[in-house]
């Protein structure tokens, strides 16, 4: 019996441990994610473009090449959706969350869109960096 209940409490510890694993950084991260997500869901392309970089320096890398450019981008999210028909239902699937360096994180993942205009999907790479306390998109590659 002491076996058993050894045992049950090794499992539970460990599902514990791995349920709260995340690092605070990585809670950050995801939660930018999923406020960009909820935004996207609403149709708003503003709100969804507050996990980004607000600078010059922003880069976007989509189907037609890179973007510089935190208004370049937000542009052309607009042109590429102009309404809620285009934008769909946005999911993201996280891959890989991980640190690169003390102040630059990786996510990998996959995107999907379930619209009226036909449903898309893909993958991404984006790189976050902490600037000037926050936690911001400063690297996009979708394809």
Not at 129 to 142: A, F, L, Q, R, T
Request: aromatic content about 14%; some cysteine.
């Amino acid at each position: 019996m002491a076996k058993k209940i050894f045992l049950f409490t090794s499992l539970l510890l460990l599902a514990t441990t791995f349920c709260f694993s995340q690092t605070g950084t990585e809670k950050q991260i995801i939660k930018i994610l999923t406020e960009q997500t909820q935004a996207w869901n609403r149709g708003d392309i503003d709100a969804f473009m507050k996990g980004y970089w607000k600078s010059d320096s922003l880069l976007f890398v989509g189907k037609n090449g890179p973007t510089y450019g935190f208004t370049n981008t937000l542009n052309n999210y607009k042109k590429s959706y102009p309404n809620k028909d285009y934008m769909g239902t946005l999911q993201f699937t996280l891959l890989e969350v991980k640190p690169l360096a003390k102040q630059l994180w990786m996510v990998l993942g996959k995107w999907e869109l379930t619209r009226k205009a036909g449903n898309v999907s893909g993958h991404y790479t984006i790189l976050f960096k902490k600037i000037n306390g926050e936690w911001v998109i400063v690297m996009d590659h979708s394809s």
